[in-house]
């Protein structure tokens, strides 16, 4: 089928809505019209060239929210009609990670999936005859993509798809973070650095897990309020001085946890050195640029501070992603405060100036 989409052809340069061809679903993988989707920093990251693992020709685009048109082949836990969030890690369920319950990477369609194929080795997506490779196992910025099964999240179909789209890559990092990577106790400490929507998410979650004290650091006015909003106790500006502010109003212990959604090094490290001393547990989730390390002091772990990460907040795609739709249509949750603007799959570019500007929280596509 013919589809309109925003194609990266050249890094860097501006991304030109074309005309390119859709190949069907092939077995376990299912077409879905895209009706909403986020523009996500990591879209800008490789569109700007930075990303070392990027490829062009690609489809960007990976917060993408829709309704499944046609499955095909063997495809059992979706049918047309269903409303689904794409995943950008899959949940097969079955592989060796799935099955340790140890983590949420699942592995099954891992290696086609980086290098920009469907797990048989092979693109949907084409122009003029000439492959076009998927972005993440997504490629949103599209009116239709086909995508795995185990990619995608059946949700409520009664919820608004322009909405819950930001939960299938920045809130649910957060969220998940908070709740499931973390389990953040109820009654107890938090500090968030960075208030974009990761960091917001991972405010949210620790209100909803029940956090007594939320810190929220950040060095835009606009962003603390926000933060405010979702349950931030505590405002702090960015700097050398955040740790500082945070270890005198704990009596020099720390906060229980401390989450960094910034990407910036320097700020993980603020990260590790505010989590308290003897049990605090700081969680990395901000994607740092290449070759950059984490400077840590080793007296800080020996004295009983955790430090971990999360890929999408250590969040199980199918199975938590619809748990926080759920959340959100019964009211536990607010989502529309994430959504700042709605533009236009011609207006994509725009959504990388706003970013950038940081103007708002998430731009949304809708189609
Ligand atoms: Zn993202
Ligand atoms: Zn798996």
Partial sequence: MKIRAALLEEFGKPMAIRELDLAPPKPGEVLVKIHACGVCHTDLYTWSGVDPSGYAPTVLGHEGAGVVEEVGEGVTSLRPGDHVITLFSPECGACDHCSSGKTNICTAIREQQGQGFLPDGTPRLSIDGEPVRHFMGTSTFAEYTVMPEIALAKVDSTAPLDKICTLACGATT?????????????????????????????????????????????????????????GATHLFPGGSDAVERILEMTGGNGVDYTFEATGITAVMQQAVEAARFGWGVCTVLGVAGKGETLDIVPRLLITGRTVQGGSFGGAKGRTHVPQFVDMYMDGKLDLDGFVSHHLSLDEVMKGFDLMEAQDGIRSVITF
């Fill in 174 to 230: 957060g969220l998940a973070a908070a709740i499931h990577r973390a389990s953040v106790e109820p009654g107890s400490s938090v500090a968030v650095f960075g208030c974009g929507l990761v960091g917001l998410g991972a405010v949210a979650g620790s209100q909803i897990a029940g956090a007594e004290t939320i810190i929220a650091v950040d060095n835009s006015p606009e962003r603390l309020a926000i933060a405010e909003s979702y």
